[in-house]
Protein backbone atom coordinates (compact mmCIF):
# COMPACT_ATOMS: atom_id res chain seq x y z
CA UNK A 1 0.00 0.00 0.00
CA UNK A 2 2.81 2.43 0.77
CA UNK A 3 4.96 1.55 -2.74
CA UNK A 4 1.38 2.50 -4.41
CA UNK A 5 1.47 5.68 -2.31
CA UNK A 6 4.95 6.36 -3.26
CA UNK A 7 4.24 5.81 -7.04
CA UNK A 8 0.76 7.61 -6.85
CA UNK A 9 2.81 10.29 -5.01
CA UNK A 10 5.73 10.15 -8.14
CA UNK A 11 3.18 10.04 -11.03
CA UNK A 12 1.22 13.28 -9.55
CA UNK A 13 4.72 14.84 -9.95
CA UNK A 14 5.01 13.89 -13.60
CA UNK A 15 3.85 17.40 -15.32
CA UNK A 16 2.52 15.33 -18.49
CA UNK A 17 -0.31 13.74 -19.25
CA UNK A 18 1.84 11.97 -22.15
CA UNK A 19 3.92 10.70 -19.21
CA UNK A 20 1.31 9.35 -17.48
CA UNK A 21 -0.12 7.49 -20.30
CA UNK A 22 3.73 5.80 -20.95
CA UNK A 23 3.80 4.65 -17.55
CA UNK A 24 0.05 3.23 -17.63
CA UNK A 25 1.37 1.93 -20.97
CA UNK A 26 4.69 0.23 -19.76
CA UNK A 27 2.58 -0.88 -16.64
CA UNK A 28 0.49 -2.79 -19.48
CA UNK A 29 3.58 -3.96 -20.81
CA UNK A 30 4.72 -5.45 -17.62
CA UNK A 31 1.82 -6.73 -16.85
CA UNK A 32 1.81 -8.62 -20.19
CA UNK A 33 4.95 -9.55 -19.75
CA UNK A 34 3.97 -11.07 -15.95
CA UNK A 35 1.42 -12.75 -18.04
CA UNK A 36 3.50 -14.36 -20.57
CA UNK A 37 6.16 -15.77 -18.01
CA UNK A 38 2.88 -16.56 -15.79
CA UNK A 39 1.81 -18.68 -18.90
CA UNK A 40 5.19 -20.09 -19.82
CA UNK A 41 5.96 -21.07 -15.78
CA UNK A 42 2.23 -23.35 -15.87
CA UNK A 43 3.82 -24.95 -19.29
CA UNK A 44 7.18 -26.09 -17.83
CA UNK A 45 5.50 -26.70 -14.32
CA UNK A 46 2.40 -29.12 -16.11
CA UNK A 47 5.32 -30.82 -17.72
CA UNK A 48 7.34 -31.49 -14.99
CA UNK A 49 4.29 -33.27 -13.53
CA UNK A 50 3.83 -34.88 -16.15
CA UNK A 51 7.33 -36.24 -16.06
CA UNK A 52 6.55 -37.24 -12.12
CA UNK A 53 3.46 -38.86 -13.17
CA UNK A 54 5.54 -41.01 -15.84
CA UNK A 55 8.02 -41.84 -13.41
CA UNK A 56 4.92 -42.86 -10.67
CA UNK A 57 3.36 -44.89 -13.63
CA UNK A 58 7.15 -46.44 -14.23
CA UNK A 59 6.82 -47.03 -9.98
CA UNK A 60 3.71 -48.61 -9.78
CA UNK A 61 4.11 -51.01 -12.46
CA UNK A 62 8.02 -52.17 -11.01
CA UNK A 63 5.79 -52.11 -7.31
CA UNK A 64 3.03 -54.85 -9.02
CA UNK A 65 5.86 -56.69 -10.67
CA UNK A 66 7.65 -57.36 -7.60
CA UNK A 67 3.90 -58.50 -6.38
CA UNK A 68 3.52 -60.92 -9.15
CA UNK A 69 7.50 -62.22 -8.44
CA UNK A 70 6.39 -62.79 -4.62
CA UNK A 71 3.18 -64.61 -5.36
CA UNK A 72 4.79 -67.04 -7.81
CA UNK A 73 7.54 -67.72 -5.42
CA UNK A 74 4.63 -68.48 -2.94
CA UNK A 75 3.41 -70.64 -5.26
CA UNK A 76 6.71 -72.15 -5.92
CA UNK A 77 7.38 -73.42 -2.34
CA UNK A 78 4.11 -74.88 -2.10
CA UNK A 79 3.80 -76.92 -4.55
CA UNK A 80 7.20 -76.98 -6.19
CA UNK A 81 5.90 -76.52 -9.53
CA UNK A 82 8.70 -75.62 -12.14
CA UNK A 83 6.30 -73.24 -13.76
CA UNK A 84 5.91 -71.09 -11.50
CA UNK A 85 9.75 -71.17 -10.72
CA UNK A 86 9.98 -69.90 -14.43
CA UNK A 87 7.59 -66.96 -13.59
CA UNK A 88 9.29 -65.81 -10.87
CA UNK A 89 12.34 -65.73 -13.06
CA UNK A 90 10.29 -64.14 -16.10
CA UNK A 91 9.04 -61.36 -13.17
CA UNK A 92 12.44 -61.00 -12.24
CA UNK A 93 13.91 -60.43 -15.97
CA UNK A 94 10.74 -57.93 -16.19
CA UNK A 95 12.13 -55.75 -13.57
CA UNK A 96 15.68 -55.37 -14.83
CA UNK A 97 14.03 -54.43 -18.03
CA UNK A 98 11.62 -51.28 -16.34
CA UNK A 99 14.85 -50.33 -14.86
CA UNK A 100 16.44 -50.91 -18.24
CA UNK A 101 13.98 -49.15 -19.80
CA UNK A 102 12.82 -45.97 -17.66
CA UNK A 103 16.81 -45.71 -16.91
CA UNK A 104 16.24 -41.88 -18.37
CA UNK A 105 13.41 -41.07 -16.37
CA UNK A 106 14.78 -41.95 -12.88
CA UNK A 107 17.94 -40.66 -13.53
CA UNK A 108 18.93 -37.24 -11.06
CA UNK A 109 16.13 -38.03 -9.01
CA UNK A 110 16.18 -38.65 -5.13
CA UNK A 111 14.93 -42.24 -5.36
CA UNK A 112 17.82 -43.40 -7.40
CA UNK A 113 19.80 -45.13 -4.16
CA UNK A 114 16.57 -47.53 -3.82
CA UNK A 115 16.39 -48.25 -7.52
CA UNK A 116 20.53 -49.49 -6.98
CA UNK A 117 19.34 -51.13 -4.18
CA UNK A 118 16.05 -53.13 -6.02
CA UNK A 119 18.69 -53.62 -8.81
CA UNK A 120 20.91 -55.81 -6.76
CA UNK A 121 18.20 -57.51 -4.31
CA UNK A 122 16.53 -58.45 -7.43
CA UNK A 123 20.32 -59.97 -8.59
CA UNK A 124 20.71 -61.04 -4.87
CA UNK A 125 17.11 -63.30 -5.40
CA UNK A 126 17.50 -64.11 -8.61
CA UNK A 127 21.46 -65.82 -7.39
CA UNK A 128 19.76 -67.37 -4.32
CA UNK A 129 16.80 -69.09 -6.34
CA UNK A 130 19.08 -70.50 -9.33
CA UNK A 131 20.98 -72.30 -5.93
CA UNK A 132 17.78 -73.14 -4.56
CA UNK A 133 16.41 -75.37 -7.87
CA UNK A 134 20.27 -76.44 -8.04
CA UNK A 135 19.79 -77.94 -4.52
CA UNK A 136 16.80 -79.87 -5.49
CA UNK A 137 13.50 -80.95 -4.42
CA UNK A 138 14.71 -82.99 -0.77
CA UNK A 139 13.60 -80.59 1.93
CA UNK A 140 17.28 -80.15 3.48
CA UNK A 141 18.37 -78.07 6.02
CA UNK A 142 20.57 -76.11 3.01
CA UNK A 143 16.98 -76.07 1.32
CA UNK A 144 15.35 -74.42 4.37
CA UNK A 145 17.52 -71.78 4.56
CA UNK A 146 18.02 -71.07 1.00
CA UNK A 147 13.94 -70.82 1.08
CA UNK A 148 14.47 -68.33 4.19
CA UNK A 149 16.73 -66.35 2.72
CA UNK A 150 14.53 -66.23 -0.59
CA UNK A 151 11.75 -65.12 1.05
CA UNK A 152 13.22 -62.64 2.55
CA UNK A 153 15.06 -61.00 0.36
CA UNK A 154 11.61 -61.11 -1.76
CA UNK A 155 9.90 -59.50 0.95
CA UNK A 156 12.46 -56.92 1.16
CA UNK A 157 12.52 -55.88 -2.59
CA UNK A 158 8.39 -55.34 -2.29
CA UNK A 159 8.75 -53.24 0.98
CA UNK A 160 11.47 -50.90 -1.07
CA UNK A 161 9.23 -50.76 -4.05
CA UNK A 162 5.91 -50.24 -1.75
CA UNK A 163 7.84 -47.60 -0.18
CA UNK A 164 8.99 -45.63 -3.44
CA UNK A 165 5.34 -46.18 -4.76
CA UNK A 166 4.33 -44.59 -1.58
CA UNK A 167 7.16 -41.67 -1.88
CA UNK A 168 6.32 -40.80 -5.53
CA UNK A 169 2.13 -40.53 -4.67
CA UNK A 170 3.40 -38.07 -1.73
CA UNK A 171 5.76 -36.20 -4.24
CA UNK A 172 3.14 -35.57 -7.00
CA UNK A 173 0.38 -34.48 -4.67
CA UNK A 174 2.78 -32.31 -3.03
CA UNK A 175 4.09 -30.42 -6.61
CA UNK A 176 0.23 -30.38 -8.11
CA UNK A 177 -0.48 -28.73 -4.15
CA UNK A 178 1.99 -26.56 -4.63
CA UNK A 179 1.16 -25.46 -8.10
CA UNK A 180 -2.32 -24.98 -7.52
CA UNK A 181 -0.89 -22.27 -4.64
CA UNK A 182 1.53 -20.85 -7.22
CA UNK A 183 -0.97 -20.24 -9.48
CA UNK A 184 -3.75 -18.76 -7.64
CA UNK A 185 -1.16 -16.55 -5.60
CA UNK A 186 -0.06 -15.23 -9.08
CA UNK A 187 -3.68 -14.95 -11.06
CA UNK A 188 -4.53 -12.79 -7.66
CA UNK A 189 -1.62 -10.73 -8.00
CA UNK A 190 -2.32 -9.94 -11.38
CA UNK A 191 -5.22 -9.04 -11.03
CA UNK A 192 -4.50 -6.61 -8.46
CA UNK A 193 -2.29 -5.37 -10.34
CA UNK A 194 -4.61 -4.89 -13.08
CA UNK A 195 -7.38 -2.98 -10.91
CA UNK A 196 -3.99 -0.67 -9.56
CA UNK A 197 -3.17 0.48 -13.14
CA UNK A 198 -6.34 0.77 -14.15
CA UNK A 199 -7.63 2.94 -11.38
CA UNK A 200 -4.23 5.18 -11.21
CA UNK A 201 -4.78 5.55 -14.95
CA UNK A 202 -8.62 6.48 -14.26
CA UNK A 203 -7.76 8.59 -11.60
CA UNK A 204 -4.52 10.39 -13.27
CA UNK A 205 -5.55 10.62 -16.81
CA UNK A 206 -8.84 10.20 -17.33
CA UNK A 207 -10.37 12.41 -14.46
CA UNK A 208 -8.79 15.77 -15.10
CA UNK A 209 -10.56 14.70 -19.20
CA UNK A 210 -13.82 13.60 -17.68
CA UNK A 211 -14.02 17.17 -15.74
CA UNK A 212 -12.82 18.93 -18.76
CA UNK A 213 -15.29 17.41 -20.74
CA UNK A 214 -18.40 18.57 -18.44
CA UNK A 215 -16.41 22.31 -18.26
CA UNK A 216 -16.34 21.88 -21.89
CA UNK A 217 -20.07 20.72 -22.08
CA UNK A 218 -21.54 23.97 -19.93
CA UNK A 219 -19.77 25.91 -22.73
CA UNK A 220 -21.13 24.34 -25.52
CA UNK A 221 -24.65 24.93 -23.79
CA UNK A 222 -24.19 28.65 -24.05
CA UNK A 223 -21.97 29.32 -20.32
CA UNK A 224 -19.26 31.33 -21.08
CA UNK A 225 -17.62 30.51 -17.57
CA UNK A 226 -13.51 30.16 -17.61
CA UNK A 227 -13.08 26.54 -17.35
CA UNK A 228 -10.71 25.48 -14.14
CA UNK A 229 -9.37 21.46 -14.54
CA UNK A 230 -7.97 20.38 -11.09
CA UNK A 231 -4.33 18.84 -13.03
CA UNK A 232 -0.99 19.81 -13.79
CA UNK A 233 -1.01 17.92 -16.50
CA UNK A 234 1.01 20.09 -18.89
CA UNK A 235 -1.45 19.48 -22.21
CA UNK A 236 -4.06 19.67 -19.54
CA UNK A 237 -2.84 23.00 -18.80
CA UNK A 238 -2.37 24.21 -22.04
CA UNK A 239 -5.89 23.20 -23.68
CA UNK A 240 -7.30 24.47 -20.35
CA UNK A 241 -5.46 27.95 -21.58
CA UNK A 242 -6.70 27.86 -24.78
CA UNK A 243 -9.86 27.16 -23.98
CA UNK A 244 -10.18 30.21 -21.97
CA UNK A 245 -8.50 31.93 -24.23
CA UNK A 246 -10.74 31.44 -26.67
CA UNK A 247 -13.65 32.28 -24.18
CA UNK A 248 -12.31 35.38 -23.60
CA UNK A 249 -12.29 36.09 -27.16
CA UNK A 250 -16.23 34.70 -27.74
CA UNK A 251 -17.09 36.74 -24.60
CA UNK A 252 -15.22 39.96 -26.33
CA UNK A 253 -16.67 39.34 -29.63
CA UNK A 254 -20.05 38.77 -27.90
CA UNK A 255 -20.08 42.06 -26.02
CA UNK A 256 -18.98 43.93 -29.27
CA UNK A 257 -21.95 42.09 -31.01
CA UNK A 258 -24.45 43.10 -27.98
CA UNK A 259 -22.39 47.05 -28.51
CA UNK A 260 -23.43 47.07 -32.32
CA UNK A 261 -26.69 45.49 -31.47
CA UNK A 262 -27.10 48.07 -29.24
CA UNK A 263 -25.74 50.95 -31.88
CA UNK A 264 -28.69 49.69 -34.06
CA UNK A 265 -31.53 49.72 -31.40
CA UNK A 266 -29.70 52.99 -30.47
CA UNK A 267 -30.47 54.10 -34.08
CA UNK A 268 -34.04 53.08 -33.98
CA UNK A 269 -34.88 54.31 -30.92
CA UNK A 270 -33.38 58.12 -32.66
CA UNK A 271 -35.44 57.47 -35.38
CA UNK A 272 -38.21 56.64 -32.87
CA UNK A 273 -37.25 59.39 -30.85
CA UNK A 274 -37.07 61.83 -33.57
CA UNK A 275 -40.74 60.76 -34.66
CA UNK A 276 -41.98 61.02 -30.89
CA UNK A 277 -40.52 64.03 -29.72
CA UNK A 278 -42.09 65.60 -33.05
CA UNK A 279 -45.95 65.08 -32.06
CA UNK A 280 -45.25 67.19 -28.63
CA UNK A 281 -42.85 70.02 -30.58
CA UNK A 282 -45.23 70.49 -32.99
CA UNK A 283 -48.25 71.05 -30.39
CA UNK A 284 -45.83 73.10 -28.24
CA UNK A 285 -45.43 75.15 -31.50
CA UNK A 286 -49.08 75.31 -32.55
CA UNK A 287 -49.71 76.24 -28.65
CA UNK A 288 -47.08 79.08 -28.88
CA UNK A 289 -48.29 80.23 -32.17
CA UNK A 290 -51.92 80.30 -31.07
CA UNK A 291 -50.45 82.35 -27.66
CA UNK A 292 -48.42 84.55 -29.80
CA UNK A 293 -51.20 85.57 -31.99
CA UNK A 294 -53.66 86.14 -29.26
CA UNK A 295 -50.99 88.31 -27.05
CA UNK A 296 -53.03 90.83 -25.40
CA UNK A 297 -56.69 89.88 -26.44
CA UNK A 298 -56.55 86.32 -25.66
CA UNK A 299 -58.97 84.83 -22.95
CA UNK A 300 -56.93 84.48 -19.89
CA UNK A 301 -59.01 81.04 -19.33
CA UNK A 302 -57.53 80.04 -22.84
CA UNK A 303 -54.20 81.04 -22.39
CA UNK A 304 -54.15 78.94 -19.29
CA UNK A 305 -55.15 75.49 -20.94
CA UNK A 306 -52.61 76.40 -23.78
CA UNK A 307 -49.57 77.00 -21.47
CA UNK A 308 -50.70 73.92 -19.57
CA UNK A 309 -50.62 71.71 -23.05
CA UNK A 310 -47.23 73.64 -23.73
CA UNK A 311 -45.97 72.05 -20.33
CA UNK A 312 -47.85 68.57 -20.25
CA UNK A 313 -46.12 68.30 -23.98
CA UNK A 314 -42.93 69.39 -22.60
CA UNK A 315 -43.34 66.87 -19.95
CA UNK A 316 -43.80 64.55 -22.24
CA UNK A 317 -40.67 65.13 -24.39
CA UNK A 318 -38.59 65.08 -21.21
CA UNK A 319 -39.60 61.75 -20.40
CA UNK A 320 -38.88 60.61 -24.31
CA UNK A 321 -35.78 62.00 -23.75
CA UNK A 322 -34.68 60.49 -20.36
CA UNK A 323 -35.72 57.07 -21.72
CA UNK A 324 -33.32 57.55 -24.76
CA UNK A 325 -30.99 59.11 -22.22
CA UNK A 326 -31.36 55.96 -19.74
CA UNK A 327 -31.18 53.30 -22.45
CA UNK A 328 -27.81 54.96 -24.32
CA UNK A 329 -25.55 55.70 -20.94
CA UNK A 330 -23.59 52.96 -19.85
CA UNK A 331 -24.73 53.53 -16.12
CA UNK A 332 -22.47 51.84 -13.34
CA UNK A 333 -24.98 49.07 -12.34
CA UNK A 334 -25.33 49.58 -8.46
CA UNK A 335 -25.86 46.31 -6.36
CA UNK A 336 -27.08 45.83 -3.78
CA UNK A 337 -29.04 43.28 -1.43
CA UNK A 338 -32.75 43.31 -2.36
CA UNK A 339 -35.97 41.71 -0.69
CA UNK A 340 -38.01 40.97 -3.69
CA UNK A 341 -41.60 41.32 -1.52
CA UNK A 342 -40.17 44.97 -0.51
CA UNK A 343 -39.61 45.81 -3.72
CA UNK A 344 -42.79 44.61 -5.02
CA UNK A 345 -44.66 46.37 -2.30
CA UNK A 346 -42.90 50.30 -2.97
CA UNK A 347 -43.86 49.68 -6.99
CA UNK A 348 -47.61 48.39 -6.33
CA UNK A 349 -47.03 52.13 -3.99
CA UNK A 350 -46.33 53.69 -6.68
CA UNK A 351 -49.20 52.56 -9.16
CA UNK A 352 -51.85 53.00 -6.25
CA UNK A 353 -53.04 56.05 -8.10
CA UNK A 354 -53.48 54.28 -11.10
CA UNK A 355 -54.90 50.89 -9.85
CA UNK A 356 -58.57 50.97 -9.98
CA UNK A 357 -60.88 50.37 -7.15
CA UNK A 358 -62.20 46.83 -8.74
CA UNK A 359 -58.54 45.53 -10.01
CA UNK A 360 -57.33 43.06 -7.57
CA UNK A 361 -53.75 42.27 -6.89
CA UNK A 362 -52.51 39.51 -5.48
CA UNK A 363 -48.89 38.85 -4.49
CA UNK A 364 -47.08 35.35 -3.47
CA UNK A 365 -43.64 36.53 -2.98
CA UNK A 366 -41.81 34.84 0.12
CA UNK A 367 -40.01 37.27 2.39
CA UNK A 368 -36.49 35.47 2.07
CA UNK A 369 -36.13 35.89 -1.35
CA UNK A 370 -33.54 38.53 -1.57
CA UNK A 371 -31.68 39.27 -4.94
CA UNK A 372 -27.99 41.07 -5.15
CA UNK A 373 -29.63 43.85 -7.23
CA UNK A 374 -29.48 47.30 -9.05
CA UNK A 375 -32.68 48.12 -7.21
CA UNK A 376 -33.85 50.84 -9.47
CA UNK A 377 -33.15 48.99 -12.43
CA UNK A 378 -35.49 45.97 -10.86
CA UNK A 379 -38.46 48.22 -10.22
CA UNK A 380 -38.48 49.92 -13.16
CA UNK A 381 -38.66 46.75 -14.74
CA UNK A 382 -41.54 45.26 -12.73
CA UNK A 383 -43.35 48.78 -12.57
CA UNK A 384 -43.33 48.54 -16.85
CA UNK A 385 -44.70 45.12 -16.59
CA UNK A 386 -47.36 45.52 -13.88
CA UNK A 387 -48.59 49.17 -15.39
CA UNK A 388 -48.94 46.89 -19.05
CA UNK A 389 -51.01 44.22 -16.77
CA UNK A 390 -52.91 47.65 -15.62
CA UNK A 391 -53.25 49.34 -18.81
CA UNK A 392 -54.79 46.07 -20.13
CA UNK A 393 -57.30 44.24 -17.78
CA UNK A 394 -58.81 48.02 -17.39
CA UNK A 395 -61.84 48.81 -14.84
CA UNK A 396 -62.13 45.55 -13.00
CA UNK A 397 -59.76 42.20 -13.16
CA UNK A 398 -57.02 40.52 -11.52
CA UNK A 399 -53.29 40.72 -11.33
CA UNK A 400 -51.30 37.90 -9.94
CA UNK A 401 -47.24 38.03 -8.97
CA UNK A 402 -45.73 35.56 -7.73
CA UNK A 403 -42.06 34.40 -7.07
CA UNK A 404 -40.11 31.29 -5.86
CA UNK A 405 -36.80 29.39 -6.25
CA UNK A 406 -36.98 27.61 -9.31
CA UNK A 407 -40.60 27.80 -9.54
CA UNK A 408 -40.18 26.67 -13.00
CA UNK A 409 -38.10 24.25 -14.46
CA UNK A 410 -36.05 25.07 -17.65
CA UNK A 411 -37.80 22.70 -19.78
CA UNK A 412 -41.09 25.31 -19.48
CA UNK A 413 -39.11 28.13 -20.53
CA UNK A 414 -37.17 26.00 -23.37
CA UNK A 415 -40.78 24.69 -24.62
CA UNK A 416 -41.89 28.44 -24.89
CA UNK A 417 -39.41 28.92 -27.87
CA UNK A 418 -40.82 26.24 -30.04
CA UNK A 419 -44.54 27.95 -30.01
CA UNK A 420 -46.00 31.76 -30.89
CA UNK A 421 -44.96 32.84 -27.79
CA UNK A 422 -41.85 35.06 -27.12
CA UNK A 423 -38.94 33.85 -25.03
CA UNK A 424 -36.09 35.95 -24.85
CA UNK A 425 -32.81 35.74 -23.13
CA UNK A 426 -29.94 32.88 -22.01
CA UNK A 427 -31.52 30.98 -19.51
CA UNK A 428 -28.95 27.80 -18.71
CA UNK A 429 -29.95 24.58 -17.54
CA UNK A 430 -29.59 23.80 -13.85
CA UNK A 431 -28.76 27.28 -12.87
CA UNK A 432 -29.83 27.98 -9.37
CA UNK A 433 -32.94 30.86 -9.87
CA UNK A 434 -35.46 33.09 -8.89
CA UNK A 435 -38.12 32.62 -11.17
CA UNK A 436 -40.93 35.69 -10.80
CA UNK A 437 -44.71 35.29 -12.39
CA UNK A 438 -46.81 38.12 -13.29
CA UNK A 439 -49.83 36.70 -14.63
CA UNK A 440 -52.93 39.28 -15.28
CA UNK A 441 -56.97 38.48 -16.86
CA UNK A 442 -56.26 40.96 -19.45
CA UNK A 443 -57.75 40.58 -23.22
CA UNK A 444 -54.24 38.87 -23.47
CA UNK A 445 -51.70 39.66 -26.78
CA UNK A 446 -52.77 38.37 -30.59
CA UNK A 447 -50.91 35.99 -31.70
CA UNK A 448 -49.89 38.81 -34.83
CA UNK A 449 -48.65 41.20 -31.74
CA UNK A 450 -46.50 38.54 -29.88
CA UNK A 451 -43.58 38.57 -31.79
CA UNK A 452 -42.91 42.09 -31.54
CA UNK A 453 -44.05 43.28 -28.34
CA UNK A 454 -40.53 43.67 -27.25
CA UNK A 455 -39.13 46.01 -30.41
CA UNK A 456 -38.35 49.71 -29.38
CA UNK A 457 -40.89 51.66 -29.98
CA UNK A 458 -43.56 48.85 -30.62
CA UNK A 459 -46.99 49.80 -29.24
CA UNK A 460 -50.46 49.42 -29.89
CA UNK A 461 -51.48 51.83 -27.62
CA UNK A 462 -52.77 55.56 -28.25
CA UNK A 463 -50.70 58.47 -28.95
CA UNK A 464 -49.87 60.11 -25.93
CA UNK A 465 -50.67 56.83 -24.06
CA UNK A 466 -47.44 54.19 -24.67
CA UNK A 467 -44.23 54.46 -26.03
CA UNK A 468 -43.56 51.04 -26.68
CA UNK A 469 -40.39 51.08 -24.65
CA UNK A 470 -41.39 49.45 -21.45
CA UNK A 471 -41.10 45.86 -22.62
CA UNK A 472 -37.80 46.69 -24.13
CA UNK A 473 -36.46 48.28 -21.11
CA UNK A 474 -37.89 45.15 -19.02
CA UNK A 475 -35.88 42.72 -21.57
CA UNK A 476 -32.53 45.36 -21.60
CA UNK A 477 -32.66 44.70 -17.18
CA UNK A 478 -33.27 40.86 -17.68
CA UNK A 479 -30.86 41.18 -20.04
CA UNK A 480 -28.16 42.58 -17.46
CA UNK A 481 -28.78 39.63 -14.78
CA UNK A 482 -28.31 37.03 -17.56
CA UNK A 483 -31.67 36.56 -16.84
CA UNK A 484 -34.38 35.17 -19.38
CA UNK A 485 -37.69 36.61 -19.58
CA UNK A 486 -40.87 34.77 -21.67
CA UNK A 487 -44.89 35.34 -22.60
CA UNK A 488 -47.31 33.23 -22.54
CA UNK A 489 -50.34 34.85 -23.99
CA UNK A 490 -53.37 34.57 -26.54
CA UNK A 491 -56.36 36.87 -27.44
CA UNK A 492 -58.88 36.70 -25.00
CA UNK A 493 -56.89 34.39 -22.60
CA UNK A 494 -54.75 36.78 -20.35
CA UNK A 495 -50.93 37.25 -20.34
CA UNK A 496 -48.38 35.59 -18.33
CA UNK A 497 -44.63 36.95 -17.96
CA UNK A 498 -42.35 34.57 -16.96
CA UNK A 499 -38.72 35.39 -15.50
CA UNK A 500 -36.22 33.57 -14.38
CA UNK A 501 -33.41 35.88 -12.65
CA UNK A 502 -30.14 33.37 -12.25
CA UNK A 503 -28.80 33.61 -8.58
CA UNK A 504 -25.10 33.07 -9.94
CA UNK A 505 -24.53 36.92 -11.53
CA UNK A 506 -22.49 37.58 -14.62
CA UNK A 507 -19.41 38.21 -12.89
CA UNK A 508 -19.78 34.76 -11.70
CA UNK A 509 -20.64 35.64 -8.11
CA UNK A 510 -23.72 34.34 -6.33
CA UNK A 511 -26.06 36.85 -4.88
P1 LIG B 1 -46.20 50.39 -24.31
O1 LIG B 1 -46.75 49.91 -23.02
O2 LIG B 1 -45.67 51.76 -24.25
O3 LIG B 1 -47.11 50.15 -25.46
P2 LIG B 1 -44.51 48.15 -24.08
O4 LIG B 1 -43.19 47.80 -24.69
O5 LIG B 1 -44.56 48.10 -22.61
O6 LIG B 1 -44.92 49.50 -24.64
O7 LIG B 1 -45.57 47.14 -24.66
C1 LIG B 1 -45.64 46.87 -26.02
C2 LIG B 1 -46.99 46.28 -26.37
O8 LIG B 1 -47.15 45.00 -25.82
C3 LIG B 1 -48.15 47.07 -25.81
O9 LIG B 1 -48.48 48.14 -26.64
C4 LIG B 1 -49.23 46.02 -25.78
O10 LIG B 1 -49.85 45.86 -27.04
C5 LIG B 1 -48.49 44.74 -25.53
N1 LIG B 1 -48.57 44.34 -24.11
C6 LIG B 1 -47.62 44.45 -23.19
N2 LIG B 1 -48.05 43.96 -22.02
C7 LIG B 1 -49.30 43.50 -22.21
C8 LIG B 1 -50.29 42.87 -21.38
N3 LIG B 1 -50.07 42.57 -20.10
N4 LIG B 1 -51.48 42.53 -21.94
C9 LIG B 1 -51.74 42.80 -23.22
N5 LIG B 1 -50.84 43.39 -24.06
C10 LIG B 1 -49.65 43.74 -23.56
Known amino acids: MQLMAVTLQVMKHQSSLRQKITLGYLGYY ?57 EVRRYASKVDELLESSAADFSGLALEPQILKVKNEVRVYRALMAEYLKAGAAETRQTELLEA ?93 AFNHMIGELELRQKRLLRSEKLASLGTMLAGVAHELNNPLSNISLSCQILLEEVGSCDPEQGKELLEQIDEQTERARKIVRALLD ?21 LLFLKGETPPNVRIITEIPAEIVLQADRRRLEQAFLNLIKNALEAIGESGEIYIGAARHRLTNESFVAKQG ?39 FTTKDVGRGMGLGLFIVYEIVEEYNGCISVDSESGRGTVFHIRLPLESADGSRQ
Open 30 to 86: ALAFLIISLSLFTYFELRLIEQKIRVGERIAELFDVTLEIRRFEKNYFLYRQIADFQ
Open 149 to 241: QIRKVGKDIVAITEGMAGAERLLIRATLDKFRATLLISIALLSLTMIVIGWMLSRLVARPLKHMDRCVEAVSSGRLDRIVVPSEDSEIISITQ
Open 327 to 347: FARDKPVKRERVALAALFEDV
Open 419 to 457: HDNRFLGKCYPGVEAIDIEIRDSGPGIPVDVLPRIFDPF
